[in-house]
C-alpha cells in the first residue's frame, strides 16, 4: 500500500542532529541542523561533511532522503533531493 504524500510544509521544519540522523541509500549521516522550506528548498548544515553524502546528493540523480529519530522512527520522507550549489533542493512532495 502506498503511503499519503502530503504537499510541502506552510512552515519551515527544523530538525537537530542531536536528535535525527539522515539516511540515503541505506546509509546514515549525521548532521548539525536541517531546515525544510515551503518553498521545496533545505538548508542543511554539516559539522563535518561526510565526502560520501557530497557525492551522493551532487551525482545529479535525485536521491530520497529519510530524516530518522536517533530512537528509530522516520519523521520525514524527502523525495527528489538534489545538490544545487550550497542549498538542497526537493522537488517532490514529502511524506511525514
Do not use: W
Amino acid at each position: 500500500m502506498r503511503e499519503h504524500l502530503e504537499p510541502l510544509p506552510e512552515e519551515t521544519l527544523t530538525f537537530s542532529g542531536e536528535g535525527h540522523r539522515l539516511f540515503i541509500g541505506g546509509r546514515g549521516f549525521d548532521f548539525q541542523s536541517l531546515e525544510v522550506r515551503p518553498d521545496g528548498t533545505m538548508e542543511l548544515d554539516l559539522q563535518n561533511p561526510d565526502p560520501e553524502l557530497t557525492r551522493l546528493l551532487g551525482e545529479g540523480e535525485p536521491r530520497v532522503i529519510y530524516v530518522v529519530s536517533r530512537e528509530g522512527v522516520r519523521d520525514l520522507v524527502l523525495q527528489g533531493c538534489q545538490l544545487e550549489s550550497r542549498t538542497i533542493a526537493c522537488h517532490l512532495k514529502y511524506r511525514r
